[in-house]
């Protein structure tokens, strides 16, 4: 693939309805009717069961959409708080990719809770339940969502005069922007601590709160660079290679401040044993670390930063195993005092599946509409060209 220099986003060339935007599309109308059937025809044809009360898509709307949604928050804070200001030029498609994703998470729970007609109540404080551990992540997600979330993502498709009349509030907006993913990311992490002995020992951990936050931002550095390389893939653009190594730098420093925190609290807690003794859970703890470990060390390393295949690969290992750590204390290490068994079923992982479609189907309207994606700059093309012949 080529490499130039990119530029501030522009509208992608070429027909508005292609076939994947129409097989995305289908899947996501599939995970529409399954839902539907859910609300309507009870649990039935799920998985489900008395000790697994938790439906795979809950903990997967919730826990993983928002990890892989995440990516505003890792451009932001790369951007803003290290002084990265040549990663402006990804922001919009952070910003798009990242209402997207938290977006079609909330949209599916909103079928998830079973009774979305009374879903209004979370923005009626005298209606808040201030016992319940998902108060703060119910209102901090929606906040960031339909606040400032969608401010950000108006200088994309406002007309820069009428932008212009709110742009004197945008420091406030920016700041919220950090705060509210913060706040309801590592919340995700307390609902898990409160479970208690439910939750394996390698992972049941006061910092839960930490962990989840910290693997929100790698998931969200890997998801970012996973989606510019697919789209530049997908939409014939050159790849600007320092600045995915730019972001590969982030994502490995901070898989590794993870991979030692996460180690240090196993031997403070005196959980080493187990994370080689204790079966399945041995072999899911050090599974899910290597794929965070390997990529980050790999990824130290500014040549390998520099070849592509090796950051499409490195990206994608370290969203695995964020994404299955994330994962892990809900379902996969989630434990009952009784020997139970849930596995979903078709349809709920087809649920799974159509949403994930439903957030690409409309980032590819998204891109095909606006300019989201970064270009070359003008300078740069007739440079690329002549390289490429």
């Not at 609902?191 to 790698?218: D, E, N, S």
């Not at 159509?354 to 509409?369: E, K, M």
């Amino acid at each position: 693939m080529k490499s130039a220099h990119w530029n501030y986003g522009v509208r992608t060339k070429g027909p508005l309805i292609t076939a994947p935007l129409l097989f995305f599309s289908a899947l996501a109308l599939i995970a529409l009717g399954l839902s539907a059937w859910r609300l309507f025809g009870g649990l039935a044809f799920t998985g489900m069961n008395d000790d697994f009360a938790i439906g795979v898509w809950k903990t997967f709307n919730v826990m993983t959409l928002t990890a892989l949604g995440s990516s505003a928050l890792a451009a932001g804070l790369s951007t803003w708080i290290f002084n990265q200001r040549q990663l402006h030029v990804v922001m919009r498609t952070a910003l798009t990719s990242s209402i997207l994703f938290y977006g079609t998470g909330m949209f599916a729970l909103g079928f998830d809770v079973g009774r979305p007609w009374n879903f209004y109540h979370v923005i009626l404080p005298w209606h808040w339940n201030l016992h319940s551990a998902l108060l703060e992540v119910s209102v901090c997600m929606t906040a960031y969502v339909a606040l400032f979330l969608l401010y950000e993502n108006l200088p994309t498709v406002l007309p820069s005069r009428w932008f212009a009349r709110i742009k004197p509030l945008y420091p406030y907006m920016v700041a919220a922007a950090f705060l509210l993913p913060a706040m309801h990311q590592s919340s995700l992490g307390s609902l898990m601590v409160i479970a208690g002995t439910k939750v394996h020992p390698l992972w049941q951990t006061q910092m839960l709160p930490a962990f989840y936050l910290i693997q929100a931002i790698v998931c969200g550095f890997a998801s970012l660079i996973l989606i510019l390389m697919i789209a530049c893939l997908a939409f014939q653009r050159p790849l600007d290679v320092p600045i995915l190594a730019t972001l590969a730098r982030f994502m490995a420093w901070g898989s590794l401040v993870f991979v030692v925190l996460r180690y240090a609290d196993v031997v403070i807690r005196g959980e080493m044993r187990a994370a080689f003794t204790d079966g399945w859970y041995a072999v899911l703890f050090q599974g899910e670390t290597l794929f965070v470990l390997i990529p980050a060390l790999v990824l130290l390393s500014a040549r390998r930063r520099s070849i592509p295949r090796v950051l499409f690969v490195a990206a994608a290992a370290t969203a695995i195993g964020g994404l299955v750590y994330r994962f892990a204390p809900t379902t996969l290490a989630f434990r009952y005092g009784r020997a139970s068994i849930y596995f979903p079923s078709i349809g709920e992982l087809l649920m799974c599946v159509g949403y994930i479609s439903l957030a690409i189907a409309l980032f590819i309207l998204a891109v095909r509409r606006f300019a989201i994606l970064p270009d070359v700059c003008p300078t740069e093309v007739q440079h690329v060209e002549a390289n490429h012949h």
